[in-house]
């Protein structure tokens, strides 16, 4: 009588995961990458550009102040308008 033996399909790769950590010890370390940031040109001006905005600042402090006050009016009808036209193009 012959003796028959059945494996199942990984009988020959026991670990399946070894092969890839076998791989990794033989690359070695690697070189630590590091996180780099560029800013454009254009970035930069666009950022100059705000800082000397004073008409903008003092419409922004008014507006803080009028918050603060309690005498800030939302027109709700033109905030309305605005968004249509803006979702609608």
């Known amino acids: 009588m012959t003796e ?3 494996n199942g399909p990984n009988q020959t790769n026991l670990n399946p995961y070894q092969k890839q ?3 990794q010890a033989e690359t070695g370390p690697k070189k630590q990458m590091t ?3 560029e800013i454009s040109e254009t970035a ?3 950022q100059e550009s705000g800082k000397s905005d004073s008409v903008r600042k003092k419409l922004v402090d008014q507006v803080k102040t009028d918050v603060q006050q309690g005498n800030y009016q939302v ?3 033109a905030t ?3 968004m249509l036209d803006f979702w609608s193009k």
């Open 75 to 77: 027109d709700t009808k």
């Open 4 to 6: 028959l033996k059945i």
């Open 35 to 37: 996180d780099k940031i």
């Open 21 to 23: 950590m076998n791989k």
């Open 44 to 46: 930069k001006q666009m």
């Open 80 to 82: 309305a308008k605005k």
